[in-house]
């Protein structure tokens, strides 16, 4: 049997913008963004779900000439215009859609009923407009949280938050944030910021939305508590005890010190469920780290005060340095180590220079070198690369020799398995770090190199002595950031 598909199609994408029986105006927007499109109420209704019924005579009116006529104020004529597209065509161009257009685009897919479409709509968001959703991301997170469809948005900012949680928890908006945010962020067992830390923020934002008058005051991840002072007896403590009760919970006690469990869980202490709060009492007042309290600990086994990686991947790093260490036991879970990781300098902290960065970290023993690095050919590519010197920075102008050192890179950020790993090659071992006042952390000949002063933040690598090249190209790139620790074994 001959197919004439593409004929069939052709002639009904026609029908689009050549027809002469048009039965539908469709009055979108609002003015003096309005406008009329006209279409088939039989196409409609057969391609979109939500048009079967919209169209129906219960819903609908109709003109002097029999058309139906359908309003729908809020969708822009823009987004419209590419939805009635696709639904003649097949075909979607999200091309010359902004990042807000495109959200848009995406709630309106959803009350539309387009279930086809979430999938790509969200991925194409995420794929084109990360730095919009970065830069918006309490906005974004409450728009994707308010969609249930919306799961691929959710977990894109939620793995985003708990990397750099910092941002979202001190936005001017962050006590408007919806619910369902808190919960998701709450229930990772990867967020970069400390318990306490976490427990203030909650009850900043129970506060905030209940009935109780008291604003807390956090500056530096800490409650001004003295702003709080006697006031503690006008909170409603129900009111807020309700607030919370979806999220208290899911706070992990455990990783809670009792110094901080004192004085800043304990005049809350009525607000905690009743199954926790006795073993909460016990084990603080006998500091009795036995009892059980309720989820695992979020602390991992190599807990790093990075913004670069996270400790699954401090773990990866620790094993190479020791294959003794970071070891997954039957339960899969990583065994606690002796390595641990101090910071010792951070360029957006500290500033991006070579003498700053031999202030910071020469005389310090052995070190591990992070590097978020973006590539100044393709902008969007960015990836973690680093090293390790066994012995530490000096300022004494010459290479180190050794035979454990090596250079890595983790990938870009939007995954966590292509890791590279490049240990010096044993006759090259001379050349395996060079430790120069006028340079920065630099490995081999150029395998990973930092040395003009006056731009502190351009390196390359190119490949020399190390068994394997760490970066596609030997083009130069751009830091975005850089850690330096003291590995303490």
């Not at 050549?18 to 391609?47: C, W």
């Not at 094993?319 to 910071?343: A, T």
């Not at 902290?349 to 050919?377: A, E, R, T, W």
């Not at 490949?463 to 751009?478: A, G, L, P, Q, V």
Request: hydrophobic share 35%; glycine share 4%; with cysteine.
């Amino acid at each position: 049997m001959t197919s004439f598909l593409s004929k069939l199609f052709n002639d009904i994408s026609n029908l689009l913008n050549n027809s002469d029986d048009y039965n539908v105006l469709l009055e979108i927007g609002q003015t003096p963004n309005m406008k009329v499109f006209k279409a088939h109420s039989i196409i409609l209704r057969t391609r979109c779900l939500y048009f079967k019924y919209a169209l129906s005579n219960d819903w609908c009116k109709n003109d002097e000439n029999r058309n139906i006529i359908f309003k729908k104020p809020n969708i822009l004529p823009s987004i419209f215009e590419v939805i009635l597209n696709y639904i003649y065509t097949g075909n979607l161009d999200l091309s010359d859609l902004t990042a807000p257009e495109t959200i848009h685009l995406l709630e309106t897919i959803d009350e539309l009923a387009f279930e086809e479409l979430f999938s790509y709509v969200q991925e194409h968001l995420i794929t084109h407009s990360s730095e919009h959703i970065k830069q918006n991301l309490n906005t974004v997170a409450d728009i994707a949280f308010k969609h249930e469809a919306f799961n691929i948005l959710q977990k894109y900012c939620i793995d985003l938050i708990t990397k750099d949680p910092r941002p979202f928890f001190t936005s001017s908006i962050f006590l408007s944030t919806n619910e369902s945010i808190l919960i998701a962020i709450l229930s990772s067992d990867d967020i970069r910021i400390e318990e306490i830390t976490l427990w203030n923020y909650i009850i900043q934002w129970g506060l905030h939305n209940s009935s109780t008058p008291i604003e807390m005051i956090i500056k530096d991840d800490d409650i001004e508590y003295e702003t709080i002072g006697d006031e503690y007896t006008s909170i409603d403590f129900t009111s807020l005890k309700t607030t919370l009760s979806p999220l208290l919970s899911l706070i992990r006690f455990s990783d809670i010190s009792s110094e901080d469990y004192e004085t800043k869980v304990k005049p809350f202490q009525s607000i905690l469920p009743s199954i926790l709060s006795p073993a909460l009492l016990w084990r603080y007042h006998f500091e009795d780290d036995t009892i059980k309290i309720n989820l695992t600990s979020r602390k991992p086994p190599y807990n790093i005060n990075s913004t670069l990686i996270n400790h699954k991947q401090c773990a990866i790093i620790a094993n190479w340095i020791d294959s003794n260490e970071g070891n997954l036991n039957v339960n899969g879970k990583i065994q606690f180590g002796k390595i641990r990781f101090n910071l010792l300098y951070r360029g957006s902290k500290h500033q991006f220079s070579f003498k700053k960065f031999h202030k910071m970290c020469d005389n310090q023993g052995p070190s591990l070198v992070l590097i978020k690095s973006k590539s100044y050919i393709d902008g969007c590519k960015e990836e973690i690369i680093g090293g390790y010197n066994p012995v530490g920075w000096k300022s004494a102008n010459q290479y180190i020799t050794r035979d454990d050192s090596f250079i890595f890179n983790l990938g870009d950020l939007s995954s966590e398995s292509n890791y590279i790993l490049s240990r010096i090659q044993p006759h090259l071992k001379y050349y395996a770090i060079y430790d120069g006042e006028n340079f920065g952390p630099s490995f081999g000949k150029g395998d990973m190199e930092f040395s003009c002063v006056a731009r502190p933040r351009e390196g390359f690598c190119r490949w020399r002595c190390y068994d394997k090249s760490i970066r596609d190209t030997e083009d130069r790139f751009w830091i975005e950031e850089i850690e330096v620790f003291k590995v303490i074994k």
